[in-house]
């Protein structure tokens, strides 16, 4: 029976042996190819053309009703509500805003030029939908564990010269998180990563409801939606637009 159970250990670590090499030589094409049949199919999702997500952020040991807007190609707006006062970073396609009362900033004011910059580079289209037709270079750097899941790590160099490392879980073959690096500010050179998880189905679409971001290992922001809408109606370019728009404007140069 010793031995049986012996012969019966080879064979089970052999088989998990050939399983785990099998997964590490999957290629780049399968991978993606896998990715995009899991969460929906790539030409569904080029049909998105924005999104709402209603939610909660968790800090400092309490919660906060959370809202983001997204739309096509780079607007975003997200708003926290604390305590009846809204905290807002946005971006209108080209300059970054926001106001936080807490921080006694009452009344929106724009971003300054790298901040508007660096949102800019926040595509809301999938970055590896047509990726080579956007000038990015994508390749298999090899696997790597996050958070006790193995994961297949892809490399991609954007036109912009920017380096964002991906990483897919083996199983489900959808990104659980993605690694940057700060560009700019008093974190610059710093490693930025933001970790997906809770994938459910929003009208046939594959969606990570739970997101965490953090900078040099710290949270910085984490949020877990309750809410999301494909295509949301009254998601308007309006709505991310810079309050008081020209006049506003004027008042500042002045």
Known sequence: MKKLTQIFSILMLSFLTITATQAQDASLDDILKNYFENIGGEEEWKKIKSMSMEGTS?????SFPVSIKTMEPT????????????IIQAFD???AWGMNPLAGVSEAQKGDEEQSKEMKKQKFQD???DYKGKGHKVELAGT????????????MTKKSGDVVFYFFDMENFVPIMF???????PMKGQS?????????????????FTTEQKVGGQ?????TAEKVNLNDEAVEAAMFAFPGGEEKEEEEKN
Do not use: C, H, W
């Open 58 to 62: 968790a800090m400092g040991g309490m």
């Open 75 to 86: 607007l975003m707006k997200l708003e926290i509500d604390v305590q009846g006062k809204k």
């Open 93 to 95: 396609g080209e300059n």
């Open 127 to 129: 970055e590896f939908i």
């Open 144 to 155: 790597e564990e996050i958070d006790g899941a193995e994961t297949y790590k892809i490399k």
């Open 179 to 185: 690694r940057a690096f700060v560009d700019s500010g």
């Open 192 to 208: 930025a990563e933001t970790f997906m998880s809770d994938y459910q189905e929003v009208d046939g679409l594959m969606i990570p």
């Open 219 to 223: 949270t910085m922001f984490s949020f």
